[in-house]
């Protein structure tokens, strides 16, 4: 059975810093690219970073040079550190899993607010 948990989410003020982590189990890890998608209220679900098995990240371009995705393949584990935190970054967040099958997480709230 594949499970995918996300954790790390939160409120924090603008500017700030926050790491999502996304351990999934049940599944040949290395063989996945695994992206963050963030969806705000009223928005649809968008790509923010993915990472290939091997460890090569993309990024959208409005979360360039502030977001940094990462990966230990050992521990099964995706990583987004998050820094110069926006309002505008306030959403859900998700983690998916993808190769032959796909896998999301059931998503955890960043909230972005004075």
């Known amino acids: 059975q594949v499970q995918v948990v996300e954790s790390g989410g939160g409120l924090v003020q603008p500017g700030g810093s926050l790491t999502l982590s996304c351990t999934i189990s049940?599944?040949?890890?290395?063989?996945?690219?695994v992206a963050w998608y963030y969806q705000a209220p009223g928005q649809v679900r968008e790509v923010v970073a993915s990472?290939?098995?091997?460890?090569?990240?993309t990024y959208v371009d409005h979360v360039k040079g502030r977001f940094t995705i990462s990966r230990d393949n050992g521990k099964n584990t995706v990583y987004l550190q998050m820094n110069s935190l926006k309002i505008e970054d306030t959403a859900v967040y998700y983690c998916?899993?993808?190769?032959?099958?796909?896998?999301w997480g059931q998503g955890i709230q960043v909230t972005v607010s004075t």
């Open positions: 049940g599944i040949i890890f290395s063989n996945y690219v």
């Open positions: 990472i290939t098995g091997r460890g090569t990240p």
């Open positions: 998916h899993a993808f190769y032959i099958e796909s896998y």
